[in-house]
C-alpha cells in the first residue's frame, strides 16, 4: 500500500553533485590514509616524529569522517565546504614545501599523483560549491 508521500529528495543540480562527488573522493582518501598511517606510524624514525606522524594520521582520519559527513548534507552545507578545501589545498601547500625542502620521493609519479589534485580540487569545490550556493 502507498501513502502517497515520496521519500525520495529531488535530484541535485550538477554543480552540488560535483561538490559533493569531491567531497567523497577527500573522505575516501582521508579515512584509508589516516586509517593506514595510524596504523604504520613511522617507527623508523625517533619516537617524537612517529608521535607527531600517528597524531596527524588522526586529523587526517577526523577530517575524512567529516568530508563524508559534509558530501552526505550538501543541501545544508556552507562555510564547512570551504574550510574543508582549504586543508586540502594547505596540505598540498605542504607537500609543495617538503619536496622545496628535501626533493621529491621517488617513485616521483606517486608523489605527483599526490600533488596535483590536492592543488586542483580544492578549487573544483570551492567554485562548484559557490555556484551551487547561487542557484
Known amino acids: 500500500m502507498t501513502t502517497g508521500v515520496s521519500t525520495s529528495q529531488p535530484t541535485l543540480p550538477l554543480a552540488h553533485r560535483i561538490t559533493q562527488v569531491s567531497l567523497f573522493v577527500v573522505a575516501l582518501i582521508a579515512i584509508m590514509g589516516g586509517t593506514l598511517q595510524m596504523y604504520?606510524?613511522?617507527?623508523?624514525?625517533?619516537?617524537?616524529?612517529?608521535?607527531?606522524?600517528?597524531?596527524m594520521a588522526g586529523v587526517y582520519l577526523s577530517t575524512g569522517i567529516i568530508s563524508f559527513w559534509a558530501a552526505r548534507t550538501i543541501r545544508t552545507q556552507g562555510t564547512l565546504v570551504y574550510l574543508l578545501a582549504l586543508g586540502v589545498f594547505m596540505a598540498g601547500v605542504g607537500r609543495l614545501v617538503s619536496i622545496s625542502q628535501v626533493g621529491l620521493p621517488e617513485p616521483a609519479v606517486v608523489w605527483l599523483g599526490y600533488l596535483i589534485p590536492e592543488l586542483v580540487l580544492p578549487f573544483v569545490i570551492a567554485l562548484t560549491h559557490r555556484a551551487a550556493l547561487r542557484r
Not at 40 to 55: I, K, M, T
Request: glycine fraction near 6%; avoid cysteine.
Open 40 to 55: 604504520l606510524g613511522e617507527p623508523q624514525v625517533s619516537a617524537r616524529l612517529d608521535n607527531v606522524h600517528r597524531f
